[in-house]
C-alpha cells in the first residue's frame, strides 16, 4: 500500500464509498486510487485546470529548447546560463519567471532577461519577440542571424518573415509553426520530434516580404 | 488358467505403459508449462519494448498537447495483430490518444504502477494489460496503456499440446510392443509354473517339471526350487505311501488279534455273570437260609423255654425237687441254645456282610448305666462290684443296639471269669478325637499264648476253673461289631494282673447341654405313677430309681427307714419299694406302720431283698415280694402289676394273639391268662381279619410270618381303615427284620419284640402299660 494513510486521508468521500463496496470490487477501486494518486502526484504540469495562453506559450518556450540543439561553440561563448530573453513589451508578466524558475537546459540554469535593444539579443539562446516589435522585426532578425538565437513570436507571419517559432491559434489551442530553413541556417539542430508537431514547417528562407 | 496368464501378462503390461506414459506426461508438461513462461516473458519484453517506442515517440506530441501525432504513431501498432488496444494518457490520467483493435473500453482502469518504477502489467481474461510511464528529464509527462491478447500463447500451447499428445501415443505404443518381450521373459514362465503347481495341488502328480528358463535369475532359482523341490516330495511321498502300507497291514493284523481278544473277553465275562448269578443265587439262598433258620429255630425253642418257665413258676401244682431241678435244666439247656442260634446268626450276618447298623450318637455314660444295671444281679451273685467311669458328655457315633451288645459281652465275660468278689470296671474317655472304652477285671488274667485266639469262634479259655458256659463265639461276635463301628477291639492281659479289653471308636462332638430328655419316650399316662424307694444301701437305691426313671416313673428316694412312713404319708405314692434289711429300723417293721395307718395302707408296697421269705411278708401285707437280685423286666412287671391293681379292674375287652406256631400261640396266651387277660386267638392272617372286624379287640399281639396273609398286609389293611387306625398293635416275631421293615414297623405299631431276645418281661410290661393307660383313658 502506497502511503495509505495519505491516501485516504485526501479522499474521504472515496472512503465513504468503499465501505458501500463489496470485497472484490475493492481491489479494483483500489488500484484505480493509486493511478489516480500517481498522476496527481506527478502531474505538475495539470495543476492548473485551465491554463491561460501565455502559461501555455511559457511553458512551449522552455520545451522548445528540449527539442533544439545549440553549435558547440555558440554555446560556450554565452557563458554559464540559459537565457530566455524578452524583447518588447512583456505579455508574460510573472508567468515566465513562476514556470521557468529553477529549470535547466542543455545542463546550465536557465535566466529570464528582459531587453529592450534587439543588440542585447545576441546573448540570449531563446528570444521571444513582444508584438510591440513588430515594426522593427527586421532588424531584430538580422541582428539574430548568425548569432545562434532561437526567435519565437506571436506576431502574425512571423515565420514567413523570416522568425524561425511563430504561434498561432487554433481555436484556444495554442500551436507553433516553423521555418526550418531559418533555423537550419543559424545551424540550430531541430529535433524531428517538434517538427511532427509543428502546425507547419516552412523549408525555403523567406518568402516573399 | 487363461484368466490367470492373462491377468499377470495384463498386469505387466500396464505397469510398463503406466510408468512410461507418466513420465512422458510429466515431462511434456514440464516442457510446455516452461515453454509457456518463458514465451510469456518474451511476449511481455515485448510489448514492454513497443510501449517505451510508443512513449518516447509521444513525448513531443504530450509536450506540446497533439493528440493527432500521438494517435499517428499509436497507429503504427496496426502491424502487430495481438495488440486489441494502446492509450497515452496525460499525467491527470486524463486519456490523451487512443487506438483500438477490437473497439473494447475506451477507459480502461489503468494497473497501478509501483512507486521507483516505470512499468506494470496485469494478467487477465485471456489478455495483458502495460502502463508504461512516460518519462522526461526524471519527470512523469504521461503514461502508455498497452492491451494484448494471449492469442499466440494459447495457439502455441494447442500446438505444443497436439505435439505431446502425438508423442505420447507413439512412446505408449512401443512401451506396449516392449513390454510384449518382457512377457515372454517373465510372464509365461511365471504362468508355466502357475499351471505345474495347479496340476500338482489338484491331481497329486508329484511327476511334473516345470520348464527352466535361464532368465530372469531370480525366476530360474523359484523354477529350479520349485522343480526340486516337487522331486523331493515325490520321494518322501513313495516312502510314506510304503509306511502307510504297512501300517495298514499292521492294523489290520492287530484288529484280528484284537477281534480274538474281544471274543475271549466276551466268553470269559459271560462266564463271569454265570458265576456271578450263582453267586447271588447261593448269597440269596444263604439270606432265605439265615432268616429261615431264625425263624423256623426260634419258633420251637421260645414253646421250651416259655413253657418250662411257666412251669417253674409252679402254677399249675408245686413240683418236688427232681421236678424243679430238670425244669430248670430244660430251661438253661434251651436259654443257652437260644443264645448260640442268635450268634451264630449274628456272626454269619456280620461274615456276609448283611450286619446293617443303625447308627446314632450314644451317650457312653448311659449306655455304661443301661449295661451294668442289667449284669448288676450277675454280678451281686458273684459279690462283685461293677464301677463307671465315663465323662457324662462323652458320645460315640454306634448302634446303640450293638454298642450296648459290646459292652454287655465283654462285662459279662469279665463278671464269668472272675472269682467272687472281683472289680469289675467300665470306663471310657477321651483321647485325642477318639473315646477309648475299657472293660476291666481283677481277675486271673489270659495267657499271652492264647490272647491273640480267644477272638477266634468256637475258642474257649482252657484254664479257666469256672463252670464253661457260653457259646464261645462272644468274643468273635464282639470283635466284629466293633470293627463293623470301625474300632479294633484289643486286649491287655497279663495272668493274675487282671484282663483289659479296650476299643476306640470316634468321637461326636461333644453337645455342651442335654437334650436328652425330650427323646425318651414318656408313657401315655397323664401324670406319672410316683414311687417311693425306701433302701438304706445308695447304689442299690440310686440303680432301683434309675431302672424306674428310665421307663417313665417318677421316684423318690428314703435312705432313713425310720423317715418312711412320714415320707409315704406326705408324699402318697403310689407305690413303695422296701428293702427290708436296714438300719436302725428292719424293713417289715416300715412294713407294718405302712399297713397300719390308714393315710399310707392303700399304697402298694413291693419288697425288694435278699431274704428269701415271701411268705413272710405276704402275711404283713406285701403286694409283692422280690428277692435280689432284681431284673428291671422283673421289678416294672411288680410295680405295673401293683398299680393296675390299684388304678382299677382289668380290661373288659380281650386282646387278640395272632401267632400261627401253636406251641407258641398256646405259651403266649399262658402268659397273658396268668397276668389276667381275656384273650382270643387267630392262627392265620385270614383269621385275625375276620375277628377284628368282628368285634375290635383290646390290642393286638401279632407275628409277622403267618399263613394266609402276612402281619405286613394286616397292618397295612387296619392301619388304613378309621375304625382300626388307632388300634394298639404289638409285634412279636422271630424274623430278622431288615431295616426298611424295621421302620415299617415302628411306623404303624406300638411297640416291636423279637422272639430271639427275652421278650417276655418287656412284653407283658409295655401291655399292662397300654392297657391301664387306655383303661383310665376310658375312665
Redesign the interface.
Known sequence: MHRPNETFGRQPNVQRHLCARARRGFLQFLTFIIALVFFTATGLLAQQAKPSEYQVKAAYLYNFGRFIKWPAGIAASKGDSFPVCVLGRDPFGPILDSTLAGEALEGKPVVIRRIAKEQDAADCRILFVSSTEEHHLKEILAATDQAGVLTVSDIPGFSRRGGMIQFVMEGDRVRFEINLATAESAKLVLSSELLKVAAAVRRNARSGD | MFAQKHSISRKLTWMNMLVSGAALLLACAAFIAFDMITFRQAMLRNLSTQAQIIGA?S???L????PQ?AEKTLLALKAAPNILSAQV?????RPFASYSRDRGPHNP???????GQTETHRIENGQIALVR?IV??G???G?VYIRSDLQELQSRFQRYAAIAAIVLSACLLAALLISSVFRRAVAEPIVDLSKIAKVVSQDKNYSVRATPVRSPAELAILIDAFNEMLAQIQESEGALRMARDELEQRVRERTAELETAKREVEEFSRSILLAKEEVERGSRFKDQFLSTMSHELRTPLNAVLGFSDLLADERYGPLNDRQQRYVAHIHTGGKHLLKLISDILDLSKIEAGRMELAREDVTVASAFAEVISALYPLAEKKSQALHQHAAPNLHVHADAMRFKQVLMNLAGNAIKFTPEGGRIELAACQVDDQVRVEVRDNGPGIPADQQQRIFEAFFRLTETGSATEGTGLGLAITSRLVELHGGKLEIESRPGAGTCFYFSLPLVAIIPDEAAPASIPMPRAPRAPRILVVEDNPATGQLIQSQLTSSGYETLRCDKPERAMEMAAEHQPDAITLDLIMQPVHGLEVLLQLKNDPRTSMIPVIVVTIVDQPGVGTVLGADEYLIKPVDKATLLAAVERCLRSRGGSAPARTILVVEDDVSTLEMIVELLRVYGYAVSTATDGAQARASVAQSLPELVILDLVLPKMSGFELLAEWRSNPRTADLSVFVLTSKDLTKEEEKYVHAHAESLFRKQNSWREPLIKQLERVVTSTSLENA
Open positions: 515517440n513525448v513531443s506530441a509536450l506540446f498537447n497533439d501525432s494518457y496525460l499525467p491527470d490520467g482502469v489503468l494497473p497501478p504502477i509501483p512507486p510511464s522526461l528529464d519527470k512523469p509527462i503514461a
